[in-house]
């Protein structure tokens, strides 16, 4: 059983920067690809952003954005922490949601919310205009 705790949320300024994070149990944790969800009053949950899991030493972790924060938003992680985070840059009205973040065991396609077997409890990010 794997618990994510999320914290950072917060009410910001349009164009100001916000960093979520999310800490993990377990010792899995550098095994799991992580991602970021999303879901605004009305609409369905969404895909932000997720992070491969880093196989060996001397690879990379492979990083994927949805179209609309891509250049704005950066999620990142620290094996050593369980942590994962999304940084959140030049912030819009239109992010404006309930933030999640989850944890892929073994995913095929890791822009659907389907393929996560763990989820935060989420954390509000209101952009104010």
């Known amino acids: 059983q794997v618990q994510l705790v999320e914290s950072g949320g917060g009410l910001v300024q349009a164009g100001d920067s916000l960093r979520l994070s999310c800490v993990a149990s377990?010792?899995?944790?550098?095994?799991?690809?992580m991602g970021w969800f999303r879901q605004a009053p009305g609409k369905e949950r969404e895909f932000v952003a997720a992070i491969s899991a880093i196989r060996a030493s001397w690879s990379g972790a492979i990083t994927y954005y949805v179209d609309s924060v891509k250049g704005r938003f950066t999620i990142s992680r620290d094996n050593a922490k369980n942590t994962v985070y999304l940084q959140m840059n030049s912030v819009k009205p239109e992010d404006t949601a309930v933030y999640y973040c989850?944890?892929?065991?073994?995913?095929?396609?890791?822009?659907?919310?389907?393929?996560?077997?763990?989820w935060s409890q989420g954390t509000q990010v209101t952009v104010s205009s």
């Open positions: 989850a944890a892929a065991m073994a995913p095929t396609r890791i822009k659907f919310e389907g393929e996560y077997d763990y």
């Open positions: 377990g010792r899995t944790f550098s095994t799991y690809v």
